[in-house]
T-cell receptor
């Protein structure tokens, strides 16, 4: 989607390995989010950021960490991937009280 | 935990008919939003209604919000096959920072 890109689009990794997903925006939005989408659960918030170096946990943050060292990049790290983290991960951006713009998603498979 | 719950879970209609989808939520909100997701794609923002608004229109979309009942509805008029997708409601709850809580979604199938 315009103004937001996620990388990689697909990844297969082994259990126990670290994985980092990247979200990059060109909209200069204050807020950035990481969600995961699983069948039967809809989208669930993992972590979000409300400014450079300002992050907070969402409802499913265990096993994940994030970093935002500059406005345009928000990184999601799985320190030691587990099979339960197999999912589709979406990044989103927004201004305060605005609609979100979502990235195209990263399909992660942990084997 | 899920804030919004959509109803029905799945809806199948004929092209040209109207589609009505409902969403209920539990806590106070700043706004409520509806999104569409086509298979294998990211979510696309459709419409946002603020807590002090009761109705909003955008093209063939009409959204209502009843804060006393903690519910919202999305009406798509004169549906088209291209409207086939999953639809999600999401609530931006009151609080210092904006963050959306999504429902599990409604699968809409529009038959040609």
């Amino acid at each position: 989607d315009a103004g937001i890109t996620q990388s990689p689009r697909h990844k297969v990794t082994e259990t126990g390995t670290p994985v980092t997903l990247r979200c990059h925006q060109t909209e200069n939005h204050r807020y950035m989010y990481w969600y995961r989408q699983d069948p039967g659960h809809g989208l669930r918030l993992i972590h979000y950021s409300y400014g450079v170096k300002d992050t907070d946990k969402g409802e499913v943050s265990d096993g994940y960490s994030v970093s935002r060292s500059k406005t345009e990049d928000f990184l999601l790290t799985l320190e030691s991937a587990t099979s339960s983290q197999t999912s589709v991960y979406f990044c989103a951006i927004s201004g305060q009280g605005d609609g979100y713009t979502f990235g195209s998603g990263t399909r992660l498979t942990v084997v | 935990s899920q804030q919004g719950e959509e109803d029905p879970q799945a809806l199948s209609i004929q092209e040209g008919e109207n589609a009505t989808m409902n969403c209920s939520y539990k806590t106070s909100i700043n706004n409520l939003q509806w999104y569409r997701q086509n298979s294998g794609r990211g979510l696309v923002h459709l419409i946002l209604i603020r807590s002090n608004e009761r109705e909003k229109h955008s093209g063939r979309l009409r959204v209502t919000l009843d804060t006393s009942k903690k519910s919202s509805s999305l009406l798509i008029t004169a549906s088209r096959a291209a409207d086939t997708a999953s639809y999600f409601c999401a609530t931006d709850n009151t609080g210092a920072n904006s963050k959306l809580t999504f429902g599990k979604g409604i699968t809409l199938s529009v038959r040609p």
